[in-house]
Structures are given as C-alpha cells and as structure tokens.
T-cell receptor, first 110, second 115 residues
Framework: QKEVEQNSGPLSVPEGAIASLNCTYS??????FFWYRQYSGKSPELIMF????GDKEDGRFTAQLNKASQYVSLLIRDSQPSDSATYLCAVNTGRRALTFGSGTRLQVQP | DTEVTQTPKHLVMGMTNKKSLKCEQHMGHRAMYWYKQKAKKPPELMFV???????INESVPSRFSPECPNSSLLNLHLHALQPEDSALYLC??????????????FGPGTRLTVL
C-alpha cells in the first residue's frame, strides 16, 4: 500500500463547478497535510495546509481533514480554466520530510 | 521575501562533467531540501538539511553531493552523472517548530539534461 494515495485522473469539471480532490494516507502518526498545485513544467506551489481535523477555508479553496478515516480533501469552488493543473497531496509523517501522492490532474472545461 | 531561488534554470552536462546547482532562501527557514522530479511523477526526496546539518539522505548515489554552507544557501554538486539522472531538481525550505516541519516552499527548479 502506498503511503499517500491519490486518483491520477484526469478529473474533468466544467467552469464554475466545484472540483473535489481526494487523498488517503496510511501513517496514523501523520501530523500535517498539504496541497500543492503544479502547472506543467513548473515547480509545486503551496495552496493549502491543514493540521487539525475539520475544514479550513482560504478563498475558493477548502481543505478538509479526517484523521480517523485518514483522509484529506481539497475543494475548489467556482473552478476556472486557470485551475487546470496537477494537484499534489503531501503528508508530513514526522520524518521531517514530506511524502507526496502521485497527484491528480484537474481539467476545467470552459 | 518569500522566495526560494535556484540557479541555473537549465543545465546540460556530459557524463564526465562536474557542475553545481545552487539554491538560496531569505525567509529565515532552518530546513532546506533537495528533491528530484521526473516527468509525470511526484517530487522524490533526496536530502534534508536541518540547521545546516544533513539529517536525511534517501540513499542517493554518491555522484550527488549536497552542501549547506550557511542557513540561506544549499548546493548540490554533480559529478559523473548518468542520462537517467536527467530531471527537474527542486529545492525547498521550511520552518522548523519542535518536531514538526512546517509547510515547504519550493524554488522554480533546475531542469537538468545529462547527455
């Protein structure tokens, strides 16, 4: 079982819709959780982080964490074509480094 | 300043060359990282420096040699690389709070091609 799992996609949503990206992790000791957006040929850009169970909102983005289910998600409201990218879920397992999922490719159709 | 910079942006080298990648941050972060990323794959951790000391080496071949001259700078020295080492090399930095390494910020990367 991979430490951090994501559906590779592509996830295709129409412009203006809500995009829902999901991630599961295997290490119950994981302490912090991150979502990065990566455009093709560019480096990962941090868009959200969450440490506690529940929801965290920042503009059009909401991160949701459920430690009991070992599940973290990212919701993107009012999706725009510029949101089309690969979204990487990353988990800090306490080793002082991040473990990345393989990423979900999001396509927002105009 | 919330930026991590990397030089060069692109590097082409032969298998017998010696070159270095450079990374700099001025955010006061005390942890710095090197990652390697191949196309359509997630970043793969290579090295972690914490307070200028090497804390993690993910069994990286010795042809990659990291160096952290001070808290703002991180180098990756390359020697006798193989074509399969061609990739995007990413530097990142983060704060350190007790046992938790906080969110990492990535530089733009160096696109390395080994001929």
């Amino acid at each position: 079982q991979k430490e951090v799992e994501q559906n590779s996609g592509p996830l295709s949503v129409p412009e203006g819709a809500i995009a829902s990206l999901n991630c599961t992790y295997s290490d119950r000791g994981s302490q912090s959780f991150f979502w990065y957006r990566q455009y093709s040929g560019k480096s990962p850009e941090l868009i959200m982080f969450i440490y506690s169970n529940g929801d965290k909102e920042d503009g059009r983005f909401t991160a949701q964490l459920n430690k009991a289910s070992q599940y973290v998600s990212l919701l993107i409201r009012d999706s725009q074509p510029s949101d089309s990218a690969t979204y990487l879920c990353a988990v800090n397992t306490g080793r002082r480094a991040l473990t990345f999922g393989s990423g979900t490719r999001l396509q927002v159709q105009p | 300043d919330t930026e991590v910079t990397q030089t060069p942006k692109h590097l082409v080298m032969g298998m017998t060359n010696k070159k270095s990648l450079k990374c700099e941050q001025h955010m006061g972060h005390r942890a710095m990282y090197w990652y390697k990323q191949k196309a359509k794959k997630p970043p793969e951790l290579m090295f972690v420096y914490s307070y200028e000391k090497l804390s993690i080496n993910e069994s990286v071949p010795s042809r990659f040699s990291p160096e952290c001259p001070n808290s703002s700078l991180l180098n990756l020295h390359l020697h006798a690389l193989q074509p399969e080492d061609s990739a995007l090399y990413l530097c990142a930095s983060s704060q350190v709070s007790g046992s938790i390494y906080n969110e990492q910020f990535f530089g733009p990367g160096t696109r390395l091609t080994v001929l």
